[in-house]
Each structure stands twice: as C-alpha cells, then as structure tokens.
C-alpha cells in the first residue's frame, strides 16, 4: 500500500465514525430531513433549477441527503462516497423515504471503474476537494461521466479558508494556497458536533482556484462562470456571524468563504 492509498484508508476511517455522529447531529437534522426538508442550498439550487426527469451523479455524497433531495425534486441519481457506513445509510434513507436513487462506496476518483452512464448534471459541494491529493484525474472524471452539453456544478470553501489552521482558540494562518504537501490533523469531535469524543485522523491537500479551473478546462469543459462569496450556509468556522438571508460571515468580511463553478462539456 503507497502512501496516498494510506491516506485514503485513514480518511475512509474517520468518515466512517463521523456518519453516525452526523446522523444524529442537530446540523444534518435528520427527523427535518425525513419529514420533507430538503439539504440543499441556495446556490446550487439556483444554478441547476429545474432537476425533474435529469440524470445527475452526485460526487462525494457522504450518507445521501443531498442526493435524496435532487431525487424528490425528479432527478435520477447515483451518489458516490467513500464510506461504507456513509453508502450503508444512504441506501437506507432511500428505502425508507421510497426514492429511486442508486448509491456506489468507492473512492471518487475510481468512479468511471464502477459507472459506466454518463449524466446530464455531474454535482458536488462543500468539503470535497480537499480529500484528493489531485485534480487532474478528478476534472477528468467528470467529463468521462458527463453527456456532451451536460452540466458540472461545484459549491466549495474558499481556497483561502484552508489556508487557516482552527484547532486553537484563534485561527492562525498556517497552510499554503497552493501547498502540495499533504496536511494531517487529528482532533476530537467534528464540524457537524465539536462536541463529540470521537478523534478525527484527516489527511488533506489545499488547491487554488486556478487548479480547480485547470483541471477542468484540461478534462475539456467550458466554464460557464466561477464565483466567489463573502459568506457561507454553514455556520462551521470560527466567529461567523449570521445574515438577514440565512448565512454565515466573517464580521470583518477579510475574503470569501465560498465560490461556486458552474462548467458544460461542448
């Protein structure tokens, strides 16, 4: 096993314990959720619209919640996680609510080895990127596993969020924009409940925006638009302070929290 299988099975690990913690979180608000809520955002909703009759893969899915809600709004999707635990619970979830969505456990970037379809929306969002030592096979993927005129969306944390260390009381600026090498935290409890005495074992890799767009571009799809915003949906950084329309933002609005790519394959 090379390092970066290491990685991946000690990461696989951790979001393995995090599902039930999640699951039970007041965050994922599960009871909500069975009972009609849907998990998905404001952005990403404004960006794909109307979803009904639409296939739609759905990258890094964690246990399904989002998945599940493009499934209520029509779509016909597949999720895709690493967690076995996560999978198992999204399969459950889509029994009990009488979804038709399917769900596959494999590493993200082995995708196109377990599907074969191609899909008109390839859709992933919040904390993903980070868990992949590189894009490049990443952009590549998502073009394989999208029909020509299909439509890629992405909702992320800034670059420059990462670039903080929040294991102390202040954050602290101490990981490169652009860092190549790996970063390893290890810590109690988890954004969804910090609370929690679960200990988290992460291995993470920081990449800017314009490895984000490269990737893409490279794999051969258009960007349609990237931007960038002051504020977040979730309130899981330090000192976020709320806004008239739901977010979260720093109260000194220094740099974004999050941005948003919309791309097509031509």
Partial sequence: MDLEENYFAANKATWNNKVKVHAESDMYNMDGFKNGKSSLMPYELKALGDVSGKSLLHLQCHFGQDTLSWSRMGAKCVG??????????????NEELKLDAEFVCCNVLDTSKHI??????????YGVIGWLPDLKPWGNMIAERLKKGGTFFMAEFHPIVWMFDYLEDKPIMKY??????????????????????????????????????????????????????????????????????????RADNLYPLIFTIKATKP
């Fill in 116 to 125: 074969t379809n191609q899909f008109d929306i390839v859709f992933t969002s």
């Fill in 80 to 93: 895709v996680d690493l967690s076995d635990e996560g999978i198992k619970l999204a399969k459950t979830l």
């Fill in 176 to 249: 490169g924009y652009m860092q190549d090498a790996v970063i390893f935290e290890e810590y109690e409890g988890t954004y969804a409940n910090q609370d929690s005495k679960m200990i988290s074992k992460e291995y993470g890799w920081n990449h800017g925006l314009s490895e984000v767009i490269n990737a893409l571009t490279d794999a051969g799809l258009q960007i349609e638009y990237l931007h960038e915003y002051p504020e977040s949906p979730y309130n899981v950084l330090p000192d976020l302070v709320p806004t008239e329309n739901g977010m979260f933002k």
